[in-house]
C-alpha cells in the first residue's frame, strides 16, 4: 500500500506503518554515514550536544556524488546500514524515529526501533540518480571537513522508500526468505 508521509514523524504515523508499505517521504530530513555517526558517537561520550536534533527526525545513510550544475545534489542512493549499527541504538534512544538505508539490521537495531517505536526504511541501492530527483535542497549543516559523509539537511519531496522493518520488528527481509 502507498503512503504519504511528512517530516517530523509522529507516533501516529509510525504505529500505522507496516512492513512492506511503499511510502513517499515529504519534508526534511538528515544524512549521516560512518564518520559522521562516529563524530556524533565522541561527541554524546563527551556529554556534547549533537549537530542535529533527533527527536521524530529520519536519517538517510547516503554520501552523494557532486551536484550537477543547477541540481541541489548530485547521485543520492543509500549506503549499507549494518555500518551504522553500532551507533543506531543510542540515537534511537535519543528519540531518532526512522533511518533510511540499504541491507539487513541487528537484533540489537530491532530491539531499539521496538522499543523507541521507530521504523527503518530501505530506498533502492544503484538508483542514486533517479532518488536525487526527489531532493530539493541539500545543506551541509554539521563536519563539512567529511566531505560527502558531512551531515547534510535534506529538503524531500515523495522520495520514496519502502518500510522494511516497522515498529513491531516485523522484518520484510525475514518474511520473504
Not at 563527551?46 to 521524530?56: A, G, S, V, Y
Amino acid at each position: 500500500m502507498d503512503k504519504y508521509i511528512s517530516t517530523p514523524i509522529t507516533d501516529e504515523v509510525i504505529n500505522n506503518l507496516k512492513a512492506g508499505d511503499f511510502v513517499f517521504i515529504t519534508g526534511t530530513i538528515y544524512t549521516a554515514r560512518d564518520a559522521a555517526h562516529k563524530r556524533m558517537n565522541e561527541a554524546l561520550r563527551k556529554q556534547e550536544q549533537l549537530p542535529i536534533d533527533l527527536e521524530n527526525n529520519i536519517i538517510y545513510y547516503m554520501g552523494p556524488s557532486p551536484a550537477r550544475e543547477g541540481r541541489p545534489i548530485g547521485s543520492a542512493g543509500p549506503t549499507t546500514s549494518s555500518r551504522m549499527d553500532k551507533y543506531a541504538p543510542e540515537l534511537l534512544d535519543l528519540g531518532l524515529k526512522g533511518m533510511i538505508g540499504k541491507g539487513k539490521r541487528s537484533k540489537e537495531v530491532i530491539d531499539a526501533m521496538k522499543r523507541n517505536n521507530a521504523v527503518y526504511f530501505a530506498s533502492i541501492g544503484g538508483a542514486g540518480a533517479l532518488l536525487s530527483k526527489s531532493i530539493k535542497e541539500s545543506k551541509v549543516i554539521a563536519y563539512d571537513d567529511l566531505g560527502a559523509e558531512a551531515i547534510r539537511e535534506l529538503k524531500v519531496e515523495n522520495f520514496p522508500a519502502i518500510v522494511v522493518i516497522d515498529r513491531d520488528g516485523t522484518n520484510l527481509y525475514e518474511k520473504n526468505e
